[in-house]
């Protein structure tokens, strides 16, 4: 291959399983040298307290595992699952917790991590919900924000990437279920 830059056609990746897709938004290099900033920001961010990184499954699956390791300060790790849809396809508008952190919030540093901020409806409902808790903190780190969400209660005090308004999948983001597993960030066609 002659130049360096590759068009999605010319790659053969045998994890897209022949589906299209239109670009890579942000590769694994690109990927790479943002989480290591974040890492510093957030770093620098809790000089004290307890930290407590909570990642919202599934989505943020691998993103939270890449950022926790570039986060040089003491902190716990937890999870939780939302559901932003009922039994239908089509968004209900309620957001459920499946799982709840046993760990305890109260008194701590909560940062809660996020692949993407899309309508911002899943963020509004669990900041509520984890305020309820009374951490000494409460902050939101997403991979990815559309920009697009006008009810956004709570600030994204930790970005990745402003995300091309695009149905992307790749390091978490789904589509059906397929493709969390590739290691960079591509939309589909
Ligand atoms: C996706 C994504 C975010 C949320 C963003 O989760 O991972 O959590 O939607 O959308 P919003 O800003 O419009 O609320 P999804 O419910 O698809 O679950 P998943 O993380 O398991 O893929």
Redesign the pocket.
């Known amino acids: 291959m002659s130049s360096a830059i590759k068009t999605v056609q010319e790659i053969s990746d045998p994890r897209l399983s022949g589906r299209a897709v239109k670009r890579i938004a942000f590769d694994e290099a690109a990927i790479a040298a943002r989480v290591g900033e974040l890492g510093r920001e957030i770093s620098a961010a809790y000089p004290d307290g307890e930290l407590l990184v909570l990642g919202?499954?599934?989505?943020?699956f691998i993103f939270l595992s890449d950022l926790v390791r570039q986060i040089t300060r003491p902190l716990q790790v937890d999870f939780l699952?939302?559901?932003?849809?009922g039994d239908g396809m089509v968004?209900s508008g309620t957001?459920r917790l499946v799982y709840d952190p046993e760990t305890q919030l109260e008194g701590k540093d909560i940062l809660l991590v996020?692949?993407?901020?899309?309508?911002?409806?899943?963020?509004?409902r669990l900041m509520h919900i984890l305020g309820e808790r009374k951490p000494r903190s409460l902050e939101i780190c997403a991979l990815l924000h559309?920009r697009i969400?006008g009810g956004l209660e709570h600030e994204t005090r930790f970005v990745g990437f402003d995300a091309p308004h695009e149905f992307l999948v790749g390091y978490?983001?789904?589509h059906a279920?397929n493709f969390?597993h590739l290691p960079y960030i591509a939309s589909l066609q």
Do not use: F, Q
């Not at 919202?56 to 943020?60: A, D, I, P, Q």
């Not at 996020?114 to 509004?124: A, F, K, P, Y």
């Open positions: 919202l499954l599934k989505g943020s699952v939302a559901s932003s849809y968004s957001v996020e692949d993407i901020v899309d309508s911002g409806r899943t963020l509004n559309k969400a978490g983001l789904d279920e969390r």
